[in-house]
């Protein structure tokens, strides 16, 4: 914090609101913003290889496993999204009490009493006795997994899609030169998918960015929280009293998604002509004949 | 209380009939399917609206996307980046936000006094935000069918002598729907799905009368039980979206009754939370 702002009462203007945007809390809310970064940037490649794993699961000769990969790519269809990320982090949390509890209690005990969720103390998870960025880091763990499974489940349908979408003459080619099925996989399908893939696939970045504000639900500190918490009236009983900002810091994050979203979609724009140039696609035709 | 008795008093709760109090106690399984049933209501008034008005203002903006007229093309293009580019759920606390901050008292216009104290009840508000957003969206789609109308039908319309109005409602509309037909099954889904954002989201649930989702959450959180509550508002989910794919299968259906061996299944591709 700045020397000057050791007085917040005194100041006027500029300098109170210089001093009140680099205020403790304010630095909070600013780091926040990481969080959000960090979540897409943990996300994204989970969520890439979750689909990637259900995808050719659901193209897998074994029948359980293409059953898995089925109820899993369609999951998400006929139910919302946001019931997901409601579900699966409380579902987990208890799952996995349950199992600390069976191993480390002698597990004798119901796990559910009446209205209640009770494992022994040893199988809390995190322990009650852990300080408090261990809650933390588990909390955000939690949304992370929430977020990787649900859009593991997009990416899933997406690269599934894509799967198809190679054409079937040459996995027939691949099969006449005698590749074993695990070798047309790894040297013919996978390599000629992305293609088809960075349409659906770079949708689904976008809808990603869009989906990180729903970390507020999962109990994780986010921009949203911050900015209801750092918006709200604030008597003089505060350090800065101001009235009711919170339309101003919303203002804020808007923008913030707006650049987001905008940026994003220049540089999608950028690797899509990058990656169809020399494409048997319209998109590579177009590209050769504007270059000619 | 037998199942018929929790039927009648929570039937109708979301909506503010019936009984007053939820459920506090002795949770059972009836009382889950039928308040959660309940809250449905809801999603499917603000999907049913929402895509109703939706619908109108998104083919005006497609055309005007489309238009001739730069400040209306503009317009339009400012629009559908505004709400395609954020977040359903920070639209939700925006306008919540902004809607509060208007006079309790009500605005004065031409000496009469609106009132502005429904516009922060989620009914209105949230529709309000639900409206303008899938209208974007919907924009979004319809505005690359009226791009990919084959130059073919308009070039014949002129030679029949259609124009203005008449080819617009008669050649380039129907077309521009059948075309955009698969893409706005998709997007009628996911606003369906995107109406369970409401309660959560800044709108307060007034007396406890919140939608399917809200009322899962309220057994959740008091059973610490997630695995019944949810999967039951699921499948409720899925019912109302299968009859929802079956409806816009209808429809479009129709829209290419014309056309021999098309108008098959609509794929759907889901997409996720905007």
Redesign the interface.
Known sequence: MLAQCADPASLQGLSWLMCYLTSGKHMMFYASFGTVLLLLAITAPLALAFGFGGALASRSRIAPLRWFGWLYTSMVRGVPDILFFLFVPIAVDQGLEWLRHKALCGGDAPVRQGNDFVVCAAAKLPLSTSPQWVHEVYGFTLAVMAFAIVFGAFAANVLAGAMRAVPRAQLETAEAYGLTQRQISRRILIPQMWTYAIPGLSNLWMILIKATPLLFLLGVEDIVYWARELGGAKTSAFTYPHPDWRLYYFIGILIFYLLMTWGSERIIGRLTRRLSAGQATLAGEALRKGAA | MTCTEVFSNYALRSIGMGERLLPR?D?DLCQQFVLIGSGLIWNLYFAALALFVGFFIATGLAVARAGRSVVLRKFADGFI??F????????F??AY??L??LPRAGIEIFGITVATSWLTKAWAGALIVLILNTSAYSAQIFHGALMSVPKGDIEAADAYGLAGWSRFRRITWPTMLRLAWPAYTNEAIFLF??T??VF?SGFPAFQQKGDA?YY??YF?D??????VA?PV??MY??IA??LLIWVFGRVNKRLNRHLPGQGGRVR???????
Do not use: C, D, K
Request: charged letters at 10%; zero cysteines.
């Open positions: 106690s949770f980046f505004l395609r580019g954020s977040p359903l759920f920070i639209q606390f925006l936000e902004a509060v901050m799905h995107a369970t954002l959560f989702l899962a959450n959740a008091r059973t610490f039980n997630p695995f949810y508002a699921a989910f899925i979206t299968l759907y591709r889901p997409q996720l939370v905007r």
